[in-house]
């Protein structure tokens, strides 16, 4: 039997400059995951890894956009590597390189295979978010952190998140406006505390359509129409589905409805439906 969580919220009405570059992780998979980040110059992006924090043995060259943006002054360098040919459910130690900057070693897990468990103790955890678009209180990056103490508190100091939970799904509204400057200083550098460690997976919201670029920055900076369930695929960034162990995210957008999104859904219902390694769908 499936089981269906419908998760409703109200959606209403990276890095800062000079702050050492932070990974910002998402597309996770089982054999692969992005790696982004944002600088001020250089157009050098890569990173190292491996599976051992001492021999960071591969390395993986990326590409840079330069982004900018009316009344942006700052430079705004966006860096993308994809890291690929990974094993399932493992965990792998990282750091990026930009010009002289080289970053700490991170870690990140891989996605289990369709179906099975994530952890050892034969879990797959998610955090949840969402609504978190304002600049100025310290509302999202407080969550951030909360969430943090509470991994380390559950399963130990020296417990990194990603052995204990897969990924953050955020259910839209990740910026107030979609401007360069909501983009680094409100959803990036609010996630700085997970976002080396867990991947992101976002969902429009109402606020990513307003300000000076609206939805061209939410597609400049997210990869989202590389997703697919089953080689169903939506073919844009508006609308996907992601299966992660036993567990299928369908991400729809309040924004972009129509016979098209409908007739998607329609499909990715109809796979799951007969689909034995789907015991949740999460919309």
């Known amino acids: ?17 000079g702050q050492e570059p932070v990974p910002y992780l998402q597309n996770p998979t ?15 992006t890569t990173v190292y890894y491996g599976t051992s924090p001492a021999n960071l043995n ?11 943006d009316t009344g942006y002054t700052n430079n705004y360098y966006y860096h993308t ?4 040919s990974l094993q399932p459910n493992t965990k792998y130690y990282y750091k990026i390189k930009t010009g002289t900057f080289e970053s700490p070693v991170y870690n990140f897990r891989t996605l289990p295979l369709p179906g099975q468990a994530a952890t050892a103790d ?10 978190n678009q304002l600049k100025n209180e310290p509302r ?7 969430a943090y103490r509470k991994i380390k508190q559950r399963f130990g100091t020296t417990a990194d998140p990603s052995d204990h939970v897969a990924l953050t799904f955020m259910v839209g509204d990740q910026v107030d406006v979609g401007t360069l400057d909501h983009y680094e200083n409100v959803h990036f550098k609010k996630n700085r505390k997970l976002s080396p460690y867990l991947p992101i997976q976002t969902t429009v919201g109402n606020h990513e359509t307003y300000g000076t670029l609206g939805m061209s920055s ?9 997703l697919s369930y089953k080689n169903i695929t939506s073919g844009n960034e508006n609308y996907y589905a992601q299966q992660a162990g ?15 999104q409908q007739m998607w859904l329609q499909q990715i219902l109809d796979a799951a439906s007969t689909d034995n390694t789907v015991q949740w769908i999460i919309s």
């Open 140 to 146: 999202y990056d407080s969550l951030n952190y909360h």
């Open 81 to 84: 590597a994809k890291v690929n």
């Open 122 to 131: 034969g879990k797959i955890r998610f955090l949840i978010m969402g609504d």
């Open 58 to 68: 591969v390395t993986v060259t990326g590409t840079t956009n330069i982004f900018s």
């Open 1 to 17: 039997m499936k089981n269906y969580l419908l998760l409703f919220f109200c959606l209403v009405a990276v890095l800062s400059y």
């Open 246 to 260: 036993n567990v299928l995210f369908v991400s729809l957008s309040s924004e972009h409805t129509g016979a098209a």
């Open 30 to 44: 089982p054999n692969s995951m992005i790696v982004n980040w944002k600088t001020s110059s250089n157009n050098e």
């Open 218 to 226: 939410y597609y400049a900076h997210f990869y989202i129409d590389e």
